[in-house]
């Protein structure tokens, strides 16, 4: 008699989550923490570690699913594919013994596609299971060159590797991949004047002045819980920080690319420290609320105001702003260990849309400047498209030697620019440009 089919909630709502990113383009961490609620700690967690990363491994797991099964992977069902895919983790990256993570997918193959299905899950993931993972790399990557193998190696789609390569010494690229695979630990940041350093718990930052490595639940701090501080990456404080440091006169500050809010949420303070005030803007509407949101623990006459705008049709005056920060949309290359499945989302067929839009809103955020003010040109990818192809191009301005602004991290100077790394600086890899608008 056949046994009985189990379904197993944590593998379960770790199957719903990786639907919804495969099929509907959901992010992976937030459908998680919709999957999450109901599940005991225990399950949440292993579905937490399951779902990130098959996600992670996605592009790597399968070809390793093709070469076991002597077929490409189109040729599956979706679902199916997604089955092996979360199969294929637990045999080779997770401590599940392999008749258990071989038994649990066939099941929930079984019970979430249909009875018909189990029979080929269950004859891929045992051969799948015939090796582990280190021998499939050295089988798979034995024809490849070594980008192939690093790509294979680390999951990382290869034209990630080779547009990384150009940009890190050979000796540093591996850690750079390896560091991409870390989810980092949550920096939380001070609203300047609302809180000090010192009520964010953990440990200090090692570079800004204004955060802290969380020790616990984010939410837990009051301070947190309150507005007065928020959880936002060190690298994206730096940032931040460098603009509000330059020298730019007198005038109100413009966030270009406001959404979600957490540079805002940074700048709003400083700005009204330096006697200034902020101008939040953000195309996307329900993505302006989110800057609402963090911005709303300031409340004196000179709280920052939050717009829904077109950053490269400025619904304001020319020549305005004495320091504009333009973080602009990017492929997010800097920030893969945040979202696990986004590397094989990306394509490099994204970058020239982007690349036009990065260089309208660098020429728009320009033209907002008063003469002698400040822009910060800021993106969360280090693929020099992105940042040093598009800063070459910006007219009228001077370009200012931007690590002379953060002396906490000197080293990370790329000319006159800033290149944070995860691998070197424990932070996204943001890259920083600031320039000073020219007087006509
Ligand atoms: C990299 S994110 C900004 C992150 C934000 N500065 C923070 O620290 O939370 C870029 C933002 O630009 C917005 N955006 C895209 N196109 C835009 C446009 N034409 N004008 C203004 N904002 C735009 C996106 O909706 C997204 O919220």
């Not at 409340?299 to 490269?312: F, L, S």
Request: hydrophobic share 45%; proline share 6%.
């Amino acid at each position: 008699m056949a046994r009985r089919r189990t379904a197993d909630p944590a593998r379960t709502a770790a199957f719903r989550v990786l639907r919804a990113v495969t099929a509907d383009g959901a992010y992976a961490n937030l459908e998680l923490s919709k999957q999450r609620s109901g599940l005991s700690s225990a399950d949440a967690a292993f579905a937490t570690e399951l779902t990130a990363g098959t996600c992670r491994g996605m592009g790597s797991y399968d070809e390793i699913i093709t070469a076991a099964s002597g077929r490409p992977t189109r040729s599956l069902q979706p679902a199916v594919l997604d089955a092996l895919r979360l199969g294929t983790h637990q045999l080779l990256a997770m401590r599940v013994p392999a008749h258990a993570a071989i038994a649990a997918t066939v099941d929930l193959a079984a019970l979430q596609i249909g009875e018909r299905v189990s029979g080929v899950v269950n004859a891929i993931l045992r051969r799948v299971a015939a090796h582990d993972l280190d021998e499939w790399v050295a089988q798979l990557g034995a024809d490849r060159d070594e980008y192939g193998r690093l790509a294979l190696t680390y999951q990382h789609p290869r034209w990630v590797v080779e547009a990384f390569a150009e940009l890190v010494p050979e000796d540093e690229l591996a850690a750079l991949l390896a560091a991409d695979n870390q989810p980092p630990v949550p920096n939380l940041v001070v609203r300047p004047g609302l809180a000090e350093q010192a009520e964010l718990g953990g440990r200090p930052a090692r570079y800004s002045p204004y955060g802290a490595y969380a020790d616990g639940d984010p939410g837990a701090v009051p301070a947190v819980a309150q507005g007065r501080a928020g959880v936002q990456d060190e690298g994206s404080q730096l940032v931040a920080l460098a603009l509000a440091r330059a020298e730019a006169g007198d005038g109100p500050w413009l966030d270009l690319c406001a959404g979600p809010g957490g540079k805002s949420a940074l700048l709003a303070g400083l700005a009204i420290e330096q006697g200034s005030r902020l101008l939040a803007s953000e195309l996307a509407p329900h993505r302006a609320e989110l800057v609402a949101a963090n911005l709303r623990s300031y409340t004196g006459a000179d709280r920052p105001i939050t717009v829904v705008a077109d950053g490269t049709r400025p619904a304001w005056a020319a020549d305005v702003f004495a320091k504009v920060l333009a973080d602009v949309p990017c492929t997010g290359l800097g920030a893969l260990r945040r979202r696990p499945e986004s590397r094989w989302r990306r394509q490099p067929s994204d970058l020239p849309g982007l690349v036009a839009l990065q260089k309208a809103l660098l020429a728009s955020a320009i033209a907002s400047t008063k003469p002698g003010g400040v822009i910060g040109y800021v993106t969360c990818s280090p693929h020099s498209a992105e940042t040093v192809g598009v800063v070459a191009d910006a007219q009228g301005v001077e370009v200012l030697t931007a690590s002379d602004y953060l002396p906490e991290v000197a080293e990370a100077a790329l000319g006159d620019y800033v290149q944070l790394w995860p691998h070197r600086h424990g932070t996204d890899a943001m890259f920083l440009a600031l320039l000073r608008k020219r007087a006509r």
